[in-house]
């Protein structure tokens, strides 16, 4: 069967609400601020936006859904993705969720800003939520606004397709509008509010259950609640599990298993990239390991395990890049403690647990023999490592550009040479000694270690530059886009969103989105330094 005839039109894609059918939800329809005990999600309608316009959109996205690229041109898709016109079948709900922040039980969060239109069965036979981001307040709403400012939908819609293509799981987007209203936000909570041009994203996702979806249910007591969610789960999207269908004990602790094995595995991505999360909040884990709410996150420029761009989270640096691993490991233990009512045994439970810390380990060192191009396994790689990390230290080194060009060393050349090789990567001219000696100390071990390999130089090139990216979404060059966005010329946006669709290959004229954080971007809000404010 020729499968463009297949492809939908918005009015015929077919929207599937198994989630509010299945589940309990809030028997209230009234939109205000509330508690909502008993329940899943409550009915939203989201916030009508008539001047709203289309900025970008993921023709890939659409086509994944089985909808007809084209008709991401259509008015009908701006008015649908900016909750202006609900299509036929749309239902549109939030969920309700609590969650730990910054280590702290915050009690009932949920959508605040978020309302899902409901499912849409692709061709490939996998189901997508389709949820809007920005679109009005809600019942989770709290004392904000329910609505998104262009610069985070902007870094969310970005980051999350260039988190695809980096084969990282993700949750995705399909498009980014501007609402054609604005939104008064003080970014860094310093008191100087001012207005700033609204947005929405349509996020996608298999699913937007969080560690905090269960999290709520057992601090509220809801048992049966709990039970439900989880087999619901379960059976959608972890049907490979035995018992998928009628969940028991065993089932429950499969599944534990596999949340814990997928949070590492995403964890151990965003190691390799140099990607930190920033708020790694229960309610931000997303219970199928995929990387979720795009807030202040970052990318490693100099290589340096304990930056955070976060500036909410200076102080205590809890979601610093080196910390991450730690940190979903706290956040698996809270999810323990939620599906603790289902399972009723605490041991098994800790044994997966220290089963995540032996696999996280073992993950991280495959991963960067992977970045050093090593495929046999020797003793001493660890140490390797992490001496690697320790030269990274003595002077600013970008993380990206070093493992790009290290692939460029021969195993002939001498140990001095990595200078030259990696030059690039050096944010200063003039390396201090120490910096070049120690480089130069583990590039003899590197050399050496590579002597132990029978793959040839250009074929170690080729499955390093496979794993190690040159096109990252840099913050300043983030910051760059939205600066031009908000003046209303979104051509960097549609550049960037390009260029990242293929982050492992060189692209000719695309040099200066491969280069290092220029030094005016050391101190720039947005670039270095980003709050919660969004
Ligand atoms: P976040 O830090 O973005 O994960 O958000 C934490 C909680 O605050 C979630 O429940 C969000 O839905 C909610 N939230 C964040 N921003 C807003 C907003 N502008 N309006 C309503 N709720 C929000
Ligand atoms: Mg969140």
Redesign the pocket.
């Known amino acids: 069967m020729n499968k463009a005839l297949d492809l939908k039109t918005l009015e015929t894609l077919e929207i599937d609400t198994s989630f509010i059918n299945t589940l309990p939800g809030d028997p209230i329809l009234e939109n205000y601020t509330r508690q909502v005990p008993k329940a899943c999600y409550s009915h939203v309608q989201p916030e009508a936006f008539p001047k709203a316009s289309l900025i970008a959109c993921s023709k890939e996205m659409a086509l994944q859904l089985g909808l007809k690229p084209e008709e991401c041109e259509s008015e009908l898709f701006t008015r649908v993705f900016s909750g202006t016109e609900l299509l036929e079948n749309m239902q549109p709900y939030s969920c309700c969720y609590g969650g730990h922040q910054f280590g702290n039980w915050a009690g009932q ?6 309302i899902n239109l409901g499912d849409v069965n692709a061709p490939d036979g996998q189901q997508w939520t389709l949820q809007l981001k920005g679109s009005g ?1 809600t019942p ?3 004392s ?5 400012v262009l610069r985070s939908s902007v870094r969310e819609y970005l980051c999350s397709e260039a988190m695809h293509h980096l084969g990282i799981p993700t949750t995705r987007a399909l498009c980014l509008i501007a609402t054609g209203e604005s939104v008064v936000r003080d970014m860094f909570y310093d008191g100087h509010p001012k207005k700033e041009p609204g947005a929405v994203v349509c996020r996608v996702s298999p699913t937007f259950t969080r560690f905090g979806s269960f999290e709520i249910l057992t601090a509220r007591k809801e048992t049966d609640i709990l039970r439900s969610l989880a087999n619901y789960t379960i059976k959608k999207d972890f049907p490979h599990l035995p018992g998928s269908d009628n969940p028991g004990k065993a089932t429950y602790l499969d599944w534990f298993h596999d949340v814990c094995l997928k949070t590492a595995d995403m964890v151990i991505h965003w190691m390799r990239v140099g990607f930190v999360h920033g ?1 790694m ?1 229960t ?2 884990m997303s219970i199928a390991g995929l990387t979720i ?1 795009y ?1 202040p996150y970052g990318w490693l420029e100099n290589y340096d395990p304990d930056w955070t761009p976060n500036t909410t989270d200076a102080e205590g640096r809890r979601y610093r890049f080196g910390n991450q691993p730690m940190i979903a490991l706290w956040n698996l233990v809270q999810f323990a403690n939620a599906i603790y009512p289902l399972v009723e045994d605490a041991e098994p439970l800790e044994d997966i647990l220290k089963e995540y810390q032996t696999y996280y380990e073992k993950g991280w060192l495959d991963m960067m023999r992977g970045k050093l191009g090593l495929e046999k396994n020797n003793s001493e790689d660890e140490a390797l490592c992490l001496e690697l990390i320790q030269t990274f230290s003595l002077t600013e080194t970008d993380m990206t550009l070093f493992f790009r060009h290290l692939c460029e060393m021969e195993k002939s050349q001498a140990s001095e040479s990595i200078i030259e090789v990696v030059r690039p990567a050096f944010y200063s001219d003039e390396l201090p000694d120490n910096a070049r000696n120690g480089m130069v100390t583990w590039g003899q071990k590197y050399l050496d270690r590579l002597q132990q390999e029978n793959r040839p130089d250009h074929l170690r090139s080729e499955a390093m530059n496979g794993v190690n990216p040159l096109y990252v979404l840099r913050n300043y060059l983030a910051q760059q886009a939205i600066d031009k966005s908000e003046q209303g010329d979104h051509f960097m946006i549609h550049e960037l969103q390009e260029v990242l669709k293929k982050p492992y290959t060189l692209q000719d004229g695309k040099e200066h989105l491969a280069g290092k954080r220029p030094e005016w971007a050391r101190t720039r809000a947005g670039c270095s330094m980003l709050s ?1 404010s ?1």
């Open positions: 969060l949920g959508d605040g800003r978020a307040p989770y709403s709290r904000a606004d329910g609505l998104a708020v909040n309610d931000n709410d807030g919660c969004s």
